[in-house]
């Protein structure tokens, strides 16, 4: 997905309506589009935090996973909070450049992306569970939430669970507008500095990657039973 997007954005930045914009420090247009795919990533806190283990992982070569069905928290709401968060996580990207086609596009590319996943995966739940699965889907949208329908979560928070699972995320969001202010300043604007923020920003995200990274194939510190 990230090698799909970075063209259009890429070309976003050459675009006219983006090299007209006057971005003065505090970039607070850029820290907006940071914050909202932090929205992103808080949603997928907020799943992956309260899910049993087999559940709500990368699937494999060998197929589909999912040896309980979740249907409390953040999927008593959606059927698919995880595919939401990364879309929010990329929208925060996509408005950073301030022209609109590029967020069509990215929305675009996301639905043809994400849509036949969902389907596949919908389909292995359906045969696996049945009619659990039907009265479950029937009542809960596929993508856009439906609060009023929130129960609350089966398991407990846990922090632990967040940390070893939801890093590589909160880094990468990082890295993504990192990159984009760099090439904005050098690339674009011919301008060799960054901000020291966005540089700090960048040195404390790659600090809490390596630490997390070396805790969980090191150590068992992030290991929860039953997550």
């Known amino acids: 997905m990230p090698l799909f997007l970075a063209v259009p954005i890429l070309l976003a930045m050459q675009h006219p309506d983006y090299l007209s914009q006057e971005r003065p420090w505090p970039d607070y247009w ?8 932090l929205v992103g990533l808080g949603i997928r806190v907020l799943t992956v935090g309260c899910v049993p ?31 939401l968060a990364n879309f929010v996580v990329w929208l925060g990207v996509a408005m950073y450049c301030g022209v609109w086609w590029l967020v069509a596009i990215v929305a675009l590319l996301f639905w043809i992306y994400y849509e036949r996943i969902m389907f596949a995966e919908e389909e ?25 329908g929130w129960r609350r979560p089966e398991l407990p928070f846990s922090l632990r669970t967040v ?8 880094f990468g969001i990082i890295a993504a507008f990192y990159v984009l202010k760099v090439y904005e300043r050098v690339v674009v604007h011919r301008d060799l500095t960054v901000e020291p923020v966005w540089s700090g920003a960048f040195a404390a995200g790659l600090a809490i990657f390596l630490t997390l990274r070396t805790l969980k194939r090191k150590t068992r510190l992030l290991a929860v039973e039953g997550r």
């Open 163 to 170: 940390l070893r699972r939801e890093y590589p995320g909160l």
């Open 53 to 83: 283990q087999g559940t709500s992982g990368r699937n494999t070569k060998a197929g589909q996973i999912a040896e309980v069905l979740n249907t409390t928290g953040m999927y008593s709401i959606v059927r698919h909070p995880l595919y």
């Open 30 to 37: 850029g820290l907006f589009c940071m914050a909202v795919s």
């Open 124 to 148: 292995f739940l359906r045969r696996k569970f049945g009619d659990v699965y039907v009265q479950w889907a029937e009542k809960t949208p596929a993508f856009f939430p439906k609060l009023k």
